[in-house]
């Protein structure tokens, strides 16, 4: 690990439990974290993160749990110059009500630190208790929520490629927008969407794409030389309102001094009808993957700018399968995890545009499973 980004705690000279947090915050943190579990009862902490690079999902995870240690110890936690995207994070998370006296700004009101949520609950789904939509012996059904348009062909090779290692018949299908588990034996589902068959109807985590999380981007009209904060009463064009770029894009909103709550929002469908809003001047804003964004063509991308975008690290789209495919969950690791092993593989691979297969940290599952359900639950 890089020695200038390596976490360290200081102790500030003359002050008792006031400590200097240096570098970045990760799964490498923990050794260093633990020394402050030790911290007497009933005593005032005071964290400064000024020199803090980075937070990603594990370290939040181990603050939350340090946090928690605390709390139990009737222990004041404060925390004091956040930059404005770990500030985010600790707003997202539930952490916000420790930022002192608004360094990193306010705790904001309910109406703007927790926007409406996303309302996955409300789909009309059926029950776990559904006969399942296969059994091992029959065809399985293999649903996937695109990262990006570009990669319905991929999507289609690689249910194939499954097909062949897992000698097993498989049906492949792109996502609606109400997740059926009475068909779904197989799913590669957006964050939420994910949480919600988790949580609803026991589906498994099985695997994540590599270093790839849903990172969301802020658009207007290359035109339009104003700054996120200058949109008051903005329409913004989005894909869904069940989705986690809804949520970050509005919170990138209200960290810029937007108020996303006075915002107009129109629901595409999806996000290239988003972006032809945008440009067609039906709309001033629009909130979508990064990774859409990325991949936008020349044309396109010459007809926007970006205004804002967020560095979370926080979701990830999920490989799941269906409860009753528990006994096929090694092998189907196995031959996702080795596809960087194979020729074919790796073509697959680039044709979905990721970098391969790794198992979900079960510390970033919980911190998602929390947000899940403080905004969707």
Sequence with gaps: MNMAVKFSIEPVTGQDFHYNLVGSIDAHASETLNTLYDIP?????????????????????????????????????????????????????????????????????ASTANPEPPR?????????????????????????????????????????YLQRRLKQAIHFE????????????????????????????????????????DEVVILTRADDDRALADYPNAIVATASKD?????????????????????????SGNEIKALQMLIRKKADLVFMLKKAYDGLSSFSRNSVRLLDESRTEFAHHLFCVAPHL?????????????MVQDEQGKQILVDIQMQGWQKPEEEAMAMLQMVYRRYAG
């Excluded at 996937?144 to 990669?151: D, I, K, R, V």
């Excluded at 949480?195 to 999380?213: E, F, L, S």
């Excluded at 528990?326 to 080795?338: C, F, K, M, P, Q």
């Design 326 to 338: 528990t006994g096929h969950i090694s092998e189907l690791s196995n031959v996702l995890g080795d």
């Design 41 to 109: 009862a009933e005593s005032h902490v005071l964290l400064d993160f000024s020199q803090v690079e980075r937070v990603n999902s594990m370290g939040l995870s181990l603050l939350l749990k340090l946090f928690e240690i605390w709390e139990s110890k009737r222990i004041k936690i404060e925390v004091q110059h956040l930059d404005r995207m770990i500030s985010m994070l600790f707003k997202i998370t539930g952490l916000g009500r420790f930022i002192k006296d608004g360094k990193a700004g306010p705790a904001t009101p």
């Design 174 to 213: 792109q996502a609606n927008d109400v997740l059926n588990p009475n068909f779904t034996d197989l799913l590669f589902a957006k964050p939420f969407e994910a949480c919600q068959m988790i949580n609803n109807h026991g589906y498994i985590p099985v695997m994540r794409p590599i270093t790839d999380t």
């Design 120 to 160: 996955h609950i409300e789909a009309k789904i059926a029950a776990t208790t559904s006969t399942p939509a296969s059994t091992a012996s029959d065809k399985l059904n293999f649903v996937a929520s695109l990262q990006t348009g570009q990669q319905l062909t991929g999507w289609y090779l690689l249910n194939t």
């Design 243 to 267: 989705s986690f770029v809804y949520l970050l894009g509005r919170f990138l909103c209200d960290e810029n001094d937007l108020d996303s709550e006075q915002l107009q929002f129109d629901f």
